[in-house]
């Protein structure tokens, strides 16, 4: 099986269930897992392989994304015509309603390889995407798991079913997740996972959401749904169904562990409460969240009240260290006291993401230790100051934090070195995305 030694680096994992800080270290890989780790000079005495040299650099697991929206990468620099959208509502059916009638084919595979290659720029080895292409719905999970295996990313995909452009395109986004379902619990890769996708409450009827909670009673897997992002999803779910979100995702078996329930910001006492004691994984997007303008989710609340509570960007950006943040900053700002935040942020990024996304694979990811899958970064940092176990958070927030990963490693293999992906032209991808930004924008004005 094909070995590795990354040497000369220093081991950093912030994981709260397996820290590891060790100075000149090394990690020697095989088979795609960590096999050992240790000081480099006693794990090169016998070794006789591919070496990777980090020449000092910190060499940390790779990141997790935990909602995302490739489908949204095309979008960047678009033109909307009319009124700046004013609220949450305006800025869906003005930009993302109208982009995602319009995707085919060839826009949402490009989107998915532009968006990918961004989230391994920036060192994120492991993605959990929430898809949305309602004029091109079959089969577009498999444009995406094509896009997933160029790269060799690690990625969960669905598509999120919705009313909001008639029931053929429901039917079809739930016949989609069901079939891609089994799919990836076929997938012999360990790359390649599914969860049954969900846009909103608000856009959900009951008749959609009975027929979804019969199909998947019997059905091993989670759900992945947003959650109370903007008021309209509470006012409008209360006013047809006379339920709050949180219940009514409850009602019809939603909240289940290995789900994601995405944003969850309007969300009272009792529903906080309800999600914590469900098991089920709540993702926050504090700078998507900021950008729309929907205000903050509760994080000292639901991390107080026992919830899973990790990290994602909303399809934003695809920078987890900057998401990791804005995450510390934001409770400081709402809470207008600068202690909370900073335990809050580091455990979402490198202990909750990696705990929930481990359940998902054969062995864990996000983490530093034997075993675990071979998913690792490598950041050129040089400190300027000490640094050792008990100060290593603040040189990652404020120091390599604001890096580009040297080396991306999935899984064993070089993916990425010194800006250049491995396997992949990634200037013919952006040739070609390019062209189909241009008529994906046409039909966009045009919709």
Known sequence: MKSLLIKNGTLVCLSEDAPVFIENGGILIEG?????????????RDYRGETVDARGGI??????NCHTHLY?????????????????????????????????KDSIYYSALVGIADCLRFGTTTIFDHHA?????????????????????????CYEVSDRDGK???????EENLEFIQKAQSDKSDKIKALFGLHASFTISEETFKKIAGITKDIACG????????????????RKYGLRVVDRLEKYGILRPGSIVAHCIHISGDEIKKLAQSGVFVAHNPESNMNNGVGAAPVIEL???????GLGTDGYSANMFAELRVANILPKLVKRDPRVGWAEAFRMLFTENPRFASTFFEHPVGVLKENAYADLIILPYNPPTPMNASNVQGHCIFGF??????????????????????GVDEYEIDSVARREAEKLWRRFNNE
């Open 303 to 309: 991390i107080g009240a026992g919830a899973k509570l």
């Open 59 to 64: 060499v940390m697991p790779g990141l997790i």
């Open 168 to 174: 053929k395109v429901s039917d079809d986004g739930v």
């Open 72 to 104: 949204s990468a095309l979008a960047r620099g678009i033109s909307i015509k009319g009124e700046p959208a004013s609220n949450f509502v305006q800025i869906l059916e003005k930009l993302w309603w109208r982009l995602d009638r319009v995707l085919d």
């Open 32 to 44: 795609g897992l960590i096999k050992r780790m240790g000081k480099s000079s006693e794990l090169e």
């Open 133 to 157: 292409s309602n004029g091109y719905v079959r089969g577009s999970l498999d444009l995406i798991a094509q896009a997933v295996r160029s790269f060799g990313i690690r990625a969960s995909l």
């Open 401 to 422: 934090s604001y890096l580009i990963p040297e080396v991306v490693i999935v899984g064993g293999e070089v993916v990425l070195r010194d800006g250049k992906f491995f």
């Open 223 to 238: 759900f992945h749904i947003h959650c109370a992002e903007d008021l309209a999803d509470q006012e409008e779910t209360t």
